[in-house]
């Protein structure tokens, strides 16, 4: 794999676009965050180059093994929405944007980490078709995914390559969801929302805002180009369709904080809750999944301290 040279490391240019103690609080308190302009015009031409060239077909390694859940769009797939996971693993040239410092110093900020890691990344494509089934993504919370991993901080940026508004169906945050007390959810909640009924995940939702005497307030991310949102792992979110004439192209950027391990989740079935990376990545001494393997969940940021990735 790639490595990125010094990732605890910015310069004053990119230290100008850390969140503010005021930004952070924002984000404490709404569980998203809008950040300022991370990557330059040639970044985002590049991710989108890369992009093109992945769809094409262009790996520099492939995964081992198949992983159970694994999100792999292919071209007899057809015109739905795309999802590849693990492309900063195949794919040196989306890894080194994915993987810049700065995106993993605005994490740490956001997240009061003293390290970021890579926790997973997935290429995203909506097609410009208004009535695709796939194009809606129902309301949800990535931590219920997450339920083997031991962090509540776990924070997600989601990277359009152009200007993205509600017209391409954007990412849309329930605001404030990520400090509501859950009720009423069993553990089927770790299956994917495309594996659950869409309706009662909306009604997951309103119950949830009720029991909390909340009100839903959805904020559709009106994102410049170059520009990311962040999003708290147990903050609710989905999206629209796309109702332009232009694909919606973006990488969905899953972070987690140096403390977050494997841990077992017992179901009600008698398993463990379990993630893909538990068939990649090597053991820890004692023989749990490591998710600080740095082939599969590199450093991208450590305060202060340059590490290969």
């Known amino acids: 794999m790639t490595t990125i040279d010094a990732p605890g490391i910015l310069t004053e240019e990119e230290r100008a676009l850390l969140p503010t103690d005021e930004e952070v609080e ?22 989108l180059a890369a992009s093109l060239r992945y769809y094409d077909g262009e790996r520099d390694r492939r995964l081992p093994v198949r992983p159970p859940r694994l999100a792999y769009w292919e071209p007899e797939h057809g015109p739905v929405q795309r999802h590849n996971d693990y492309v900063h693993y195949e794919h040196d040239a989306l890894s080194r944007i994915l993987r810049k410092p700065l995106i993993g110093a605005v994490a740490a900020r956001l997240a009061r980490a ?13 097609p410009p078709i ?78 949830n805002a009720a029991y909390n005497n909340a009100e839903v307030v959805k904020v559709p991310m009106r994102i410049p180009r170059g520009h990311l949102s962040f999003h708290h792992c147990k903050t609710y979110h989905g999206s629209g369709a796309n109702v332009s004439d232009q694909p919606r192209r973006a990488v969905s950027l899953h972070l987690q904080d140096g403390p977050n391990g494997y841990r077992e989740f017992p179901l009600s079935d008698g398993t463990l809750a379990a993630y893909n990376h ?14 600080a393997d740095p082939e599969y969940c590199p450093v991208i940021w450590r305060d202060g301290a340059p590490q290969e990735g």
């Open 26 to 47: 924002f984000y404490a308190e709404h569980g998203w965050y809008l950040s300022k302009k991370l990557l330059t015009d040639d970044e985002t031409d590049e991710l």
């Open 114 to 126: 003293h390290e970021i890691r890579v926790f997973q990344s997935t290429l995203i494509l909506k």
């Open 130 to 207: 208004a009535g695709e089934p796939s194009n809606i993504v129902p309301w949800h919370f990535d931590k219920h995914y997450w339920a083997s991993s031991s962090s509540e901080n776990m924070l997600t940026a989601f990277i359009p390559m152009h200007d993205c508004g509600e017209e391409m169906g954007t990412i849309t945050m329930v605001d404030g969801s990520h400090r509501w007390k859950e009720i009423g959810a069993d553990d089927t909640v770790v299956r994917h929302f495309a594996d659950r009924d869409r309706s009662q995940l909306e009604q997951m939702l309103a119950e």
């Open 278 to 291: 538990d068939v990649l990545v090597r053991r820890t001494p004692d023989g749990r999944p490591d998710y």
